[in-house]
């Protein structure tokens, strides 16, 4: 059975801070289980549980969002770079899956509101609310510097999350 998972240490990218790689499988047990082990070892392991679970939070809508649409459930290799630096963590996913669509982050924009920038989700009922559409909404809201390139046909997204 192939290894799901895999951890090394980062290559140091400015001299500073705590920093760690990890590999993990593109399917959703793999990037579960790859999101558990990077909340035990520094980076991660070192942040309060709320700066934790923000973090959580971000990679795993990014982490689900390469294996869901850049791999379209198929197999392939996710890699995470992660470094704290202060009151921040500087993040890396790259991914050899399918770039997004017109090669552009999406907007964020929240399900419903391009049809209607007045739209309130508080007074909706729990089953009246949109199934899916908030991960990059969320992303956005929970990060700076969102940046995105294809090249060599990887996908490379980088994010600060300010802690």
């Not at 047990?29 to 990077?38: E, I, S, W």
């Not at 070892?41 to 850049?70: F, I, K, W, Y």
């Not at 419903?112 to 909706?124: K, M, N, S």
């Not at 940046?147 to 802690?163: E, M, W």
Request: glycine share 12%; proline share 9%; hydrophobic share 40%.
């Amino acid at each position: 059975m192939p290894r799901r998972f895999r951890m090394s240490p980062a290559p140091d990218f400015a001299g500073a801070g705590t920093s760690h790689s990890f590999v993990l499988a593109s399917d959703p047990l793999a990037v579960r289980a790859g999101l558990a082990k990077m909340a035990g070892v520094p980076p991660l392991s070192q942040l309060t549980s709320d700066q934790r679970g923000t973090v959580e939070v971000v990679l795993a809508e990014v982490l689900n969002n390469v294996a869901e649409h850049a791999y379209a459930g198929g197999p392939g290799q996710i890699s995470v770079s992660l470094r704290l630096l202060g009151a921040r963590l500087a993040c890396q996913v790259t991914d050899s899956g399918l770039p997004m669509p017109g090669n552009q982050l999406p907007a964020g924009d929240l399900p419903g509101q391009a049809a209607d920038p007045a739209v309130g989700y508080a007074d909706l009922a729990l089953s009246d609310l949109p199934e899916g559409g908030f991960g990059w909404h969320l992303i956005r809201q929970l990060t700076v510097g969102l940046h995105y390139v294809r090249a060599g046909g990887q996908n490379k997204l980088s994010f600060t999350i300010p802690l």
